[in-house]
């Protein structure tokens, strides 16, 4: 073969070698929910390189004995192409056995950074940027080839399954998505601008539904308003007065003595009407609710499948004693779910300070905590103990934690600044070696 000819032989190998790399790269990158959405909106050929990643492994024997005969051809053609002409320039300043060697490292050198280049670099960047539509591009020029090749392709397969089942390997890709793929992907979606931080934030608290327990998000115990049955309308009215809220409690007694809720919107149309309020006999026919009651350990998600069955919105919640320890509306879940999308600044329980650090709410759920800190939640310490950050103090400390405790974990020195009674009002979080000054 003249020189010409072998050149024109080189620069064919490189395009067919970067055929065989744009079609393997695009193909094993093309995202499969991108292919089906072409593919429900009528794109056949997306319809097709699905099929192809569900069985491809006669694809990537072609690709594969495609880009080894281009290696071969090129390391043969490719030496006779250049070393002519890199011989005869270097047997001017050498002699001639040393230009016989140089001109071959030096024709070598030349084919194999074209390959590498023009085979390689490139096309498998242009196949990164855009795998969808060269998939579907290069789909029907490969299955020419798998046409061709087909019995080295059913050769070299039925060798490859074999060694497959002997070694005990998987031979069908998992296409199973997880949540942890999804938050994977939303994640990056953040970080590139796509996807807004807080829109990562609400699909990520929608997975953790999953997870966070009902004491993650109820008003705690003391915190709840509550009617006693027998009270006056005197007194009723004023605690309405002082308390306003869209539901309330009412008990027989004591707390733990619950007989049922009333909502707010109810007592103000009997105010309207001038009808009396009372929780108690006929009175009470029409006003007082029956109130839904779930356990303690429900996760959010059973609470709202609990609130779907029974139609309604707000539920108590009982420990195993029967006592009660809060109350839930679907107000509560969904703002669990929407963040800091809905919280205003009085509300949010994670403040990061000016110098750094961050005070929190003692009942700021864990996985809240491990977010704003960037823990993984997987090295919690005795994790399914504990719901909030003080329920992480109390199993760290081992008693109930008090005004200016702390406890050091994985970096972070948490302190409480603040206690009412029992209850941990504020936790001042600061990186381990920081100088921070305590707030006034």
């Known amino acids: 073969m003249d020189s010409a000819g072998s050149l024109f032989t080189i620069a064919?190998?490189?395009?067919?070698?970067?055929?065989?790399?744009?079609?393997?790269?695009?193909?094993?990158?093309?995202?499969?929910?991108?292919?089906?959405?072409?593919?429900?909106?009528?794109?056949?050929?997306?319809?097709?390189?699905?099929?192809?990643?569900?069985?491809?492994?006669?694809?990537?024997?072609?690709?594969?004995?495609?880009?080894?005969?281009?290696?071969?051809l090129g390391g043969v053609?490719?030496?006779?192409?250049?070393?002519?002409?890199?011989?005869?320039?270097?047997?001017?300043?050498?002699?001639?056995?040393?230009?016989?060697?140089?001109?071959f490292l030096l024709s070598f050198s030349i084919v194999t950074s074209l390959f590498i280049l023009f085979a390689d670099l490139l096309p498998k960047r242009l196949a990164l940027t855009q795998p969808e539509r060269l998939a579907m591009r290069l789909l029907t020029p490969m299955?020419?080839?798998?046409?061709?090749?087909?019995?080295?392709?059913?050769?070299?397969?039925?060798?490859?399954?074999?060694?497959?089942?002997?070694?005990?390997?998987?031979?069908?890709?998992?296409?199973?998505?997880?949540?942890?793929?999804?938050?994977?992907?939303?994640?990056?979606?953040?970080?590139a601008g796509v996807l807004h931080v807080q829109e990562q934030e609400?699909?990520?608290?929608?997975?953790?539904?999953?997870?966070?327990?009902?004491?993650?998000?109820?008003?705690?115990?003391?915190?709840?308003?509550?009617?006693?049955?027998?009270e006056a309308e005197e007194?009723?009215?004023a605690r309405i007065?002082?308390?306003?809220?869209?539901?309330?409690?009412?008990?027989?007694?004591?707390?733990?003595?619950?007989?049922?809720?009333?909502?707010?919107?109810?007592?103000?149309?009997?105010?309207?009407?001038?009808?009396?309020?009372?929780l108690h006999g006929e009175a009470a026919k029409g006003l007082l609710k029956k109130v839904l009651m779930v356990p303690d350990r429900l996760t959010l998600s059973e609470v709202l499948t609990q609130f779907r069955q029974a139609h309604e919105d707000f539920a108590v919640i009982v420990n195993e004693y029967s006592l009660v320890?809060?109350?839930?509306?679907?107000?509560?879940?969904?703002?669990?779910?929407?963040?800091?999308?809905?919280?205003?600044?009085?509300?949010?329980?994670?403040?990061?300070?000016?110098?750094?650090?961050?005070l929190m709410d003692g009942l700021t759920p864990i996985g809240d905590v491990l977010r704003a800190l960037h823990l993984d939640p997987a090295e919690l310490p005795q994790r399914g103990q504990y719901d909030t950050l003080a329920g992480f103090l109390m199993v760290r400390l081992r008693r109930i934690p008090r005004r200016t405790d702390r406890a050091d974990w994985n970096g972070y020195r948490f302190?409480?600044?603040?206690?009412?009674?029992?209850?941990?009002?504020?936790?001042?979080?600061?990186?381990l070696g920081d100088d921070v000054v305590l707030p006034g």
């Open 241 to 278: 007065a002082a308390q306003p809220h869209s539901t309330y409690l009412v008990c027989d007694g004591h707390i733990d003595q619950v007989v049922g809720y009333v909502d707010a919107a109810d007592l103000f149309a009997r105010v309207l009407r001038k009808e009396p309020i009372a």
């Open 202 to 230: 609400v699909i990520e608290n929608i997975f953790e539904l999953e997870t966070r327990t009902v004491e993650s998000a109820m008003t705690t115990r003391d915190r709840i308003v509550y009617l006693l049955q027998d």
């Open 325 to 358: 320890v809060g109350v839930i509306t679907l107000n509560d879940v969904m703002s669990t779910v929407m963040g800091s999308m809905v919280l205003t600044g009085d509300e949010e329980q994670i403040v990061r300070r000016e110098d750094g650090s961050w």
């Open 12 to 72: 064919l190998l490189i395009a067919l070698s970067a055929f065989f790399s744009v079609a393997e790269l695009s193909m094993a990158s093309a995202r499969r929910l991108r292919l089906r959405q072409l593919a429900e909106e009528g794109d056949v050929r997306a319809e097709r390189v699905l099929q192809v990643q569900s069985q491809p492994g006669s694809y990537f024997t072609v690709v594969q004995i495609g880009q080894n005969m281009v290696a071969i």
């Open 143 to 191: 299955r020419w080839w798998m046409r061709l090749l087909a019995p080295v392709v059913w050769l070299f397969n039925g060798l490859a399954d074999a060694l497959m089942r002997l070694l005990g390997l998987p031979q069908q890709r998992d296409e199973r998505i997880t949540s942890a793929d999804i938050l994977a992907l939303t994640e990056a979606g953040a970080e």
């Open 235 to 237: 007194i009723i009215r």
């Open 415 to 431: 302190e409480v600044i603040d206690v009412d009674s029992t209850r941990i009002d504020q936790v001042l979080v600061t990186a």
């Open 77 to 103: 053609v490719g030496e006779d192409a250049l070393s002519p002409y890199a011989v005869a320039l270097l047997e001017q300043v050498l002699p001639a056995r040393s230009a016989e060697l140089a001109g």
